[in-house]
């Protein structure tokens, strides 16, 4: 699933992700921010985001907030490490290109 050079696999919700990840690598999203942005639900966000972290492309840390005075839970904020604002642009731009229908990946035996 991943190479350690590569990153992770790029699928398009891992791909929408890192989009708005990148949009402004400093600054801080949680969780339902980032899938609000890309249009995912939070089931599908929150994997990608763990996946991310444990290539070390995305780091974490839980907002300091007392969930009763908030009325909230507290909230996990993401954003793309040096590693990962390095790497991702070039992930993103090597999976946008179109791969060439009809090609198999290594020769047919006896051809």
Do not use: K
Not at 2 to 26: S, Y
Not at 69 to 87: D, S
């Amino acid at each position: 699933m991943f190479d350690g050079e590569r990153g992770p696999r790029m699928t398009i919700p891992t791909q929408l992700v890192l989009q708005v990840l990148l949009a402004d690598a400093e600054v801080e999203l949680y969780g339902g921010q980032i899938g609000s942005a890309a249009g995912l639900p939070s089931g599908t966000v929150h994997p990608i985001l763990a996946r991310l972290e444990g290539v070390g492309w995305v780091e974490s840390r839980w907002e300091d907030v007392d969930p009763s005075q908030a009325g909230r839970p507290a909230r996990r904020y993401y954003r793309l490490t040096a590693a990962g604002a390095n790497r991702a642009p070039a992930a993103l731009l090597r999976a946008s290109r179109p791969r060439r229908a009809g090609l198999a990946p290594h020769p047919l035996p006896g051809q």
